[in-house]
């Protein structure tokens, strides 16, 4: 058992969108708001240890991306890493927070996504966009991440007779969703049918059933629990966090439907947890993809294998349903800028669990999910959160 | 003397300015060479094949092509010759007595593309078809027509006349080569297929257009050594067979994938036919990877596979031609050897699928 528990104290979050500031502006920004977000203020000295999830998109900085943090997040001598596992890079670097704070090691981190994705012409950014898949055997045979989840998408259609209504409905909902985001990229609702008449991208999948190409930067402050009622009435409790990997290339997977990684991740999470699926206010999970959205409720376990299509037209993923899911807008609507999700979906469980949500409140909010995916699967983390 | 004991004829599958028979954007001469010759070598009972002592080619091929051909053909023990001398040296090579198998490959594809494949034996045989050559007078009866080894090949193996046999003169060469059919010889159902006639290709036809290589390494980059290392598993589908737990692994690696034994791996050539779709998505113009921009910009969108060709193995395939999403889960694929995508300067090539049982033009 790990000798702390963590606690999140503070959390910031930049507008999602094509945004004009740059990576640095972004970094500044997120850190700035993350630090007064902290009820009872915080000394950015007392942060011993700081990681930077971002896949470095276009290029930006590949290596010591850490030391750019630093300087904005004006922490220059402290020991900042950056962590990269694709799309659940801030996934993986929350990970690393915790863990430095369990262990006992730190007492104060840092733990912020970044990515700016907007700033590259479209060809280069064709170019990064399947970077974090099988180079060799899915990119080189033609695919980007959009056909390799359009290979999924067809499989789950044929073992479960998932109909293209069920895709659909995961985007309608996600959009609607992010009308209440005043931080979210598409402020805008979408009907069934637009989404099933949008151009086909990866068949089955179409524009609608993809996640944007998105820049911002999300920042979390973790302490232990024992410290962090000098710093707020209110903490948000770590009380779970698994994390696991799987083969790269979707060919030498055992199954075309599922992710190990996340089934993984999920059992290990909710091994440590005092509480179990049915006790969830709301789940944040990893939808680039419609189709995405579904697998993952099936593999977190929130609904047996080949039910998330039945449950998602039923209305119980939505605000107000029986398990609300990316209240948000999801990567969907509010936008997946790839190295700062895991931030992001954390900061959402941040405000939703201290009654902050403002609109898209959901009433009585306690205990949390989150769900971030690396690539097609690779890698993933799933992490519980419970109030006070 | 010889004996023709088999032999394959491949066109190239676009439909460009000259009709059907022009390359598709995803095939050369190397390629069109590789498809005929494994309709040879590799037929669908595996008794048949037979390894050939020694190869020989007519034709022109792209560079570092001939180095690359045993590799690609899984022969690995024999290095091809590239014969000079057009169709005069190929006509006097089928007429020398054959004291073993051999393998001759002939590509033409300056305008429209055609290959020829045939794997030869002694004389002697009771299946196949017994080709001769004896001197003869000079005959210009048809002038221009055996300009070509794919040419005289087609010919030479037609069905035979009433008589039983067939005869070309070559021009220049007062050379007389008859064709005496023993029985029948694998692969001859390439050449009862009107619509493989290279008789029909049209000289200085436009070729499909190459891209400017230099242009087009923006994208993912594997570099040639790492490339290379993988070949035989691109190209021949060659998995790894681990003696210690039974397991497959492919693409072969250095160690096994199940039991990561390093120890005790050997090649297991998975089928090249007859694999199963498992999954499909049909890649629009626009979500391609940048390597793939000149060939959706030539043929638009394509299907993406993923194939069971064994109980333990898939693998992510691309189907040649334009995408229609009419691939379906369940429905059963070849695989070929083709052009996937230009990186470092030269095109690099691997396997793609083809619905089950095409055939061959």
Redesign the interface.
Known sequence: MPSEQAAVIGAGHTRFGALAEGPRALLRECVDLAVTSVDRGLERTEVDEAYLGTLGFNGWQIGNASAVLAEEARLVGAPVTRVENACASAGFALRAGIQAIESGQRSMVLVVGLEKMTDAASRRRRYWLGVSGDTEWERLAGLTFAGVYGLLASRHMHEYGTPPEALAEVAVKNHAHALKNPKAQFRKAIRREEVLAAPRVADPLGLLDCCPVTDGAAALLLTSVARARRYTDTPVRVVGSGAASDRLAVQERESLTSLAASRRAAAEAFRSSPWDRSALSFAEVHDCFTIAELIALEDLGLVPAGGAAAMTLAGETRVGGRLPVNPDGGLKAKGHPIGATGASQAYEVFLQLRGQAGERQIPGAARALTHNVGGSGASATVTLFEAG | MATVRAAALVRGHGRGASGAGDLAPDEDAFTLLVEAAERVLRPEAPSEVTAPVSVSVWGALPPGALEELPLALGVTSVAPRLEAGGVATFAERLAEPQPAAQLLLAVEASGSAAAVALLTGPAGEESGVEISGADGPEVFEAPGKWDSPVRLAWTLLQPPPPDGSRAVSLPGARLVLRARRLGPFAGEESWTNPSASPEGNVPGAVPVGEPDLSTVS???Y?PAA??RE?LPS?WRLEAAHCRKCGKLS??ARSAC?SCGSMQELEPFPLPLRGGII???????P????????F?VQRGGA?D???VRLHPEV?????LTGSGA?SAR?GDRVDTVLRR??PMEGAW?Y?RKAVPSGRSPS
């Open positions: 923006e994208g993912a594997l790492t490339y993988n691109r492919f693409p994938s498992e999954a499909v998505t049909t890649v629009r626009g979500a391609q990877p940048s390597e793939f921009d060939q394509y993406v596979l993923l898939r693998v992510t395939l691309q999403a889960i996937l995508y690099r691997g």
